[in-house]
C-alpha cells in the first residue's frame, strides 16, 4: 500500500499562489493517475485535478481550470498542485490520491483507492 502525505497549504491573501506537493512512499506511483480533491466546510469532496501516469494527460476542475497546474515528477515519487490566483471559495482541505483505474482519467473519489491526510488551504478575502 502506498503512503501519500500532502505538504505545502497554509493561509494566503486572495489572488494569491500556493503549490501543494503529494510525496509517495511504500510504492511507486509512476503508473498510476493522480489526482486532487478537496473539501471546503460544510460541503462534499470534490475533484480539482487528475493527471496520467506520463505527466501528459490532465483534467480539471472547471472551477480551477486556468488557475491551478498539476504536474508530477515521477523519479521523486511526487505530485504537485500549483494553485495561483487563489479565492476565498478554493478553502478547503486538499487531498492527494493514487486512481486505481487504468487506462483512462476519472473524476470520481469513489476510483482512488489511496489517500493522503489533507493539507489545509485558507484563502482570506
Known amino acids: 500500500q502506498v503512503q501519500l502525505v500532502e505538504s505545502g497549504g497554509g493561509l494566503v491573501q486572495a489572488g494569491g499562489s500556493l503549490t501543494l506537493s503529494c510525496a509517495a512512499s511504500?510504492?511507486?506511483?509512476?503508473?498510476?493517475?493522480m489526482g486532487w480533491f478537496r473539501q471546503g466546510p460544510g460541503k462534499e469532496r470534490e475533484f480539482v485535478a487528475v493527471i496520467n501516469w506520463s505527466g501528459l494527460g490532465t483534467m480539471y476542475a472547471d472551477s480551477v481550470k486556468g488557475r491551478f497546474t498539476i504536474s508530477r515528477v515521477n523519479a521523486r515519487n511526487t505530485v504537485y498542485l500549483q494553485m495561483n490566483s487563489l479565492k476565498p471559495e478554493d478553502t478547503a482541505v486538499y487531498y492527494c490520491?493514487?486512481?486505481?483505474?487504468?487506462?483512462?482519467?476519472?473524476?470520481?473519489?469513489?476510483?482512488?483507492?489511496?489517500w493522503g491526510q489533507g493539507t489545509q488551504v485558507t484563502v482570506s478575502s
Open positions: 490520491a493514487q486512481s486505481a483505474v487504468n487506462f483512462r482519467l476519472t473524476t470520481i473519489p469513489a476510483d482512488f483507492g489511496s
Open positions: 511504500g510504492r511507486t506511483i509512476s503508473s498510476n493517475a
